[in-house]
């Protein structure tokens, strides 16, 4: 089944797929959408990637992913909105990552100069992410990024993986 969300990506790469609820392999979590939201997120996926035997490179590439999708969703929010959601799923040697915030605006891809702090988030999304996108609903949306290819990797303990940097 074709995602039905916006590809946001600008490379060519197989078309992503939406994953299929699986309970043993699905993961979500609500946060407080604050400054300390990714941290949070980092945290909670960290746990989960160590259940999931997952380390190394790919463990270090999904944090800097969700990092930056919860960032981008705490900022689109509208003042007072309480919370995002987060979901990691696992299966057939791909990890999906989904930060989903209670606003219509689509991530917007920034050219950021040299010496700004912001707006490379989603230069590096689409820099390490197989594939990614959006899939609004009308009371919102999700952001999704995915690392596909990893069947390989699965049931790794972290430290039989690559050396995490």
Not at 102 to 129: F, N, Q, T
Not at 146 to 165: F, H, K, Q, T, V
Request: charged fraction near 25%; aromatic fraction near 4%; glycine fraction near 10%.
């Amino acid at each position: 089944m074709r995602s039905k969300g916006i590809p946001m990506s600008t490379r060519a790469r197989p078309a992503a797929t939406r994953l299929a609820p699986v309970p043993a392999a699905a993961v979500a979590h609500l946060l407080p959408s604050d400054g300390r939201s990714a941290a949070r997120a980092r945290a909670a996926l960290r746990r989960q990637l160590r259940v999931w035997r997952i380390g190394g490179e790919l463990a270090y590439s999904a944090e800097l992913l969700l990092s930056e999708l919860v960032t981008n969703a705490v900022r689109a929010q509208a003042p007072g909105v309480a919370e995002v959601g987060i979901r990691f799923a696992w299966a057939d040697g791909r990890l999906r990552l989904e930060v989903r915030d209670a606003s219509d605006e689509l991530p917007v891809r920034g050219e950021a100069k040299e010496d700004e702090e912001c707006g490379r988030g989603l230069v590096l999304v689409d820099a390490l992410a197989s594939g990614w996108g959006v899939d609004r609903d009308g009371t919102g949306k999700t952001v999704w990024a995915e690392l596909a290819g990893l069947a390989g990797l699965a049931g790794l303990a972290a430290c039989d993986a690559p050396a995490a940097r």
